[in-house]
C-alpha cells in the first residue's frame, strides 16, 4: 500500500541579467527545454547560499561578479516527479534570486548542453511556466524601479 506523504525537495538559483545598453539574461539549456542555474539546497544552506553555489557550479560565474536585486524574490510550488523517490511526485520548492552582471560572460558548461544570453524584449514566451511566469515577475519589477 503506497503512502500518501509526498516528499518535499527545495531548489535555488539566480537569474542573471547583464547591465548592458541592450540587457540580456541568461538561461541554460537542456537537449529539449529551457533551464535556470538551480539545484537543491543542502542542509545549514540559506536559499542564497544555494542559489549563488549553484551559479557557480553550472556556470563558473562567482558571487564577486554578480549585484544581487535584494528586495527580488521568486517562488513557485510544483509537482514533477523524481527518478529518487522511485518516480514519484514529489513537493517542489524554487526560489529564485535576480543579479545583475556586467557583460555577458562566458559561460563553464557542467551540467547543461549549452547557454544563452537572451536579449530583453518583453514579452518573453518560452513554454516553460516557471521562466514564463519569472519573466513576467521580472518585468514587473524593472518597471517598479525605473529600469524599464
Given amino acids: 500500500m503506497r ?3 509526498m516528499e518535499k525537495v527545495k531548489s535555488c538559483g539566480v537569474i542573471c541579467f547583464t ?6 539574461f541568461l538561461l541554460m539549456k537542456r ?9 537543491h539546497i543542502e542542509p545549514g544552506e540559506t ?4 542559489a549563488l553555489r549553484e551559479l557557480f557550479e553550472e556556470t563558473g560565474i562567482t558571487k564577486k561578479q ?6 527580488f ?3 513557485t510550488i510544483y509537482y514533477p516527479r523524481y527518478r529518487r523517490f522511485g518516480g514519484d ?3 517542489k520548492s524554487l526560489v529564485i534570486f535576480f543579479a545583475w552582471v ?13 547557454s544563452e544570453w537572451v536579449k530583453w524584449n518583453p514579452p518573453h514566451y518560452f513554454h516553460n511556466r516557471i521562466i514564463d511566469e519569472l519573466l513576467l515577475t521580472v518585468d514587473r519589477q524593472l518597471i517598479v524601479k525605473g529600469k524599464r
Fill in 73 to 75: 524574490r521568486f517562488k
Fill in 31 to 39: 537537449s529539449y527545454r529551457y533551464d535556470l542555474p538551480k539545484g
Fill in 89 to 91: 511526485k514529489v513537493e
Fill in 47 to 50: 536559499e542564497l547560499q544555494c
Fill in 66 to 71: 554578480v549585484c544581487l536585486e535584494l528586495d
Fill in 3 to 5: 503512502s500518501s506523504f
Fill in 102 to 114: 556586467s557583460e555577458e560572460l562566458e559561460i563553464v558548461m557542467t551540467e547543461h548542453n549549452a
Fill in 19 to 24: 547591465q548592458t545598453k541592450q540587457p540580456s
